[in-house]
């Protein structure tokens, strides 16, 4: 699987931002998603995560009400709708690929594939 996530860029606190990953291969369908962010200095953390129906998501406490993951299994896309958005939101967004079931999909070396991320800056 291969991943390019895209959709970052510049914008003011409160806010809106959507990013997406595109997947090749038929093996996203079977895929857990996840999204995640490092800031500088800063290790990678969990943002958000969704099964392979999109039944299920997971969301890291931080973002909670504010964003939104979804996929669209036929375009074979994961998106991150970002609202309210506040400057410690800022980093580069990496999404993921797992296996169908992972056991805690709030961690990062639980995928096995990974996109080249894209940078979300927040401005105060």
Same mark, same amino acid.
């Given at each position: 699987?291969? *991943?390019? @996530? ?6 003011? @606190?409160?806010?809106? *931002?959507? *990013?997406?990953? @595109? &997947?090749?291969?038929? &093996? ?24 392979? #129906? ?29 609202? #309210? ?13 797992? #296996? ?7 961690? @990062? ?10 940078? !979300?800056? !927040?401005?105060?």
């Amino acid at each position: 699987v291969q *991943l390019q @996530a895209s959709g970052g860029g510049l914008v003011q @606190a409160g806010g809106s *931002l959507r *990013l997406s990953c @595109a &997947a090749s291969g038929r &093996a996203f369908n079977y895929a857990t998603m996840g999204w995640f962010r490092q800031a500088p200095g800063m290790e990678r953390e969990f943002v958000t995560a969704i099964s392979w #129906s999109g039944g299920s998501t997971y969301y890291a406490d931080s973002v909670k009400g504010r964003f939104t993951i979804s996929r669209d299994n036929a375009r074979n896309t994961v998106y991150l709708q970002m609202n #309210s958005v506040k400057p410690e939101d800022t980093g580069v967004y990496y999404c993921a690929a797992g #296996s169908p079931i992972i056991s805690n999909p709030g961690i @990062a070396g639980n995928y096995d594939y990974w996109g080249r991320g894209t940078q !979300v800056t !927040v401005s105060s």
